[in-house]
């Protein structure tokens, strides 16, 4: 596994020295197939960590491994200094491909306030009896503001956009302001311009409010200049470092086991050429 902490450019350490989530040589086994092991990772508060990889390697299994929602076959999660829990208060998520249809008539300051009650990680039950205090409503419209909707936050969902819906999936997250921001795919289906600007209110958050955020991406290039370190999974294993000290010919190849060609376009963009698909080039080795 290549990691970071036995690079020799090191990371610029965060203010806090407390890691806010440590993983320890930990391995998850699905459905009888080992889908990573030996995996180390620590994550500072405010730190924004990008978790990239091919279709099938393991990143949501990871970022569900960190919330407690699937057991581990070996190591240890600790976060924020206890094992691994599931409805950790101080996690907000934002689970993978999460929509509205067009015909969902409820208003999106309704689906943020669902954060608060109770129902927040899985789709919205439906709405809770709750009284409107000043400083819930207070909390909801800080939520609202910070990713910047308010202007459609009194719409019915479904007419809102993939990028304004999702704006405010993110809000519903943060509205019990989180110490930790868990969101998995939030850029998938976006056009480049919106990612980016999600990508960037996910940033002003993280910065904000000290929250960790880990990030599940299949691009890294909308969101290179908003992340602190990216988390690569391939072939069963891990790197860990800034964008260009994984994303490179050298680290993926290594990581893969296979040669792999990493090349910068002259718009900035990072092109992986030669990547295998994950389902064939390691999840075929079964466990006996
Ligand atoms: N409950 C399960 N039982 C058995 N296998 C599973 C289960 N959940 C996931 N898997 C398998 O584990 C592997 C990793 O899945 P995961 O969803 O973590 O991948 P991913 O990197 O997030 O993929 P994608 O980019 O396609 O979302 C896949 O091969 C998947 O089929």
Same mark, same amino acid.
């Given at each position: 596994?290549? &990691?970071? #902490?036995s690079?020799?450019?090191?990371?610029?350490? =965060?203010?806090?020295?407390?890691?806010?989530?440590?993983?320890?040589?930990?391995?998850?086994?699905?459905?009888?197939r080992?889908?990573?092991?030996?995996?180390?990772?620590? +994550?500072?508060?405010?730190?924004?960590?990008?978790?990239?990889?091919?279709? @099938?390697?393991?990143? #949501?299994?990871?970022?569900?491994?960190?919330? /407690?929602?699937?057991?581990?076959?070996?190591?240890?999660?600790?976060v924020l200094?206890?094992?691994?829990? $599931? @409805?950790?208060?101080?996690?907000? %998520?934002?689970?993978? $491909?999460?929509?509205?249809?067009?015909?969902?008539?409820? *208003?999106?300051? #309704?689906?943020?306030?669902? /954060?608060?009650? /109770? !129902?927040?990680?899985?789709?919205?039950?439906?709405?809770?009896?709750? *009284?409107?205090?000043?400083?819930?409503?207070?909390?909801?419209?800080?939520?609202?503001?910070?990713?910047?909707?308010?202007?459609?936050?009194? $719409?019915?969902?479904?007419?809102?956009?993939?990028?304004?819906?999702?704006?405010?999936l993110?809000?519903?997250?943060?509205?019990? *302001?989180?110490?930790?921001?868990?969101?998995?795919? =939030?850029?998938?289906?976006?056009?480049?311009? &919106?990612?980016?600007?999600?990508?960037?209110?996910?940033?002003? +958050?993280? $910065?904000?409010?000290?929250?960790?955020?880990?990030?599940v991406?299949?691009?890294?290039?909308?969101?290179?200049?908003?992340?602190?370190?990216?988390?690569?999974?391939?072939? @069963?294993?891990?790197?860990?470092? *800034?964008?260009?000290?994984?994303?490179?010919?050298?680290?993926?190849?290594?990581? %893969? &086991?296979? =040669?792999?060609?990493?090349?910068?376009?002259?718009? /900035?963009?990072?092109?992986?050429?030669?990547? =295998?698909?994950?389902?064939? #080039?390691?999840? !075929?080795?079964?466990?006996?």
């Amino acid at each position: 596994m290549v &990691n970071t #902490s036995s690079s020799p450019s090191p990371v610029p350490t =965060p203010v806090s020295l407390t890691p806010i989530i440590q993983v320890e040589d930990a391995a998850v086994v699905l459905g009888g197939r080992m889908i990573w092991q030996q995996v180390n990772l620590s +994550v500072q508060p405010g730190e924004f960590l990008a978790i990239l990889g091919p279709n @099938g390697a393991g990143k #949501s299994t990871l970022l569900k491994a960190m919330l /407690g929602l699937l057991p581990l076959a070996a190591g240890n999660i600790i976060v924020l200094g206890h094992p691994a829990q $599931r @409805g950790h208060v101080a996690i907000g %998520y934002v689970p993978q $491909r999460r929509h509205f249809e067009a015909d969902v008539r409820v *208003r999106g300051r #309704s689906i943020v306030r669902l /954060g608060l009650d /109770g !129902a927040h990680w899985g789709l919205p039950l439906p709405l809770l009896q709750r *009284r409107k205090t000043r400083e819930t409503e207070a909390c909801v419209q800080e939520a609202i503001d910070r990713v910047g909707a308010s202007t459609y936050a009194d $719409r019915p969902i479904g007419e809102l956009s993939g990028g304004e819906q999702q704006r405010l999936l993110i809000a519903q997250a943060l509205v019990k *302001r989180p110490r930790i921001l868990a969101l998995d795919e =939030p850029l998938d289906s976006l056009d480049l311009r &919106n990612q980016q600007g999600v990508a960037g209110v996910i940033r002003q +958050v993280s $910065r904000e409010t000290e929250a960790a955020v880990l990030l599940v991406a299949h691009d890294v290039n909308p969101i290179l200049s908003a992340v602190d370190r990216v988390v690569y999974v391939a072939h @069963g294993q891990i790197a860990v470092g *800034r964008p260009e000290e994984v994303i490179t010919t050298e680290t993926l190849s290594r990581l %893969y &086991n296979t =040669p792999i060609e990493v090349l910068h376009a002259s718009d /900035g963009r990072i092109v992986v050429v030669g990547q =295998p698909e994950e389902e064939a #080039s390691y999840h !075929a080795h079964r466990l006996r």
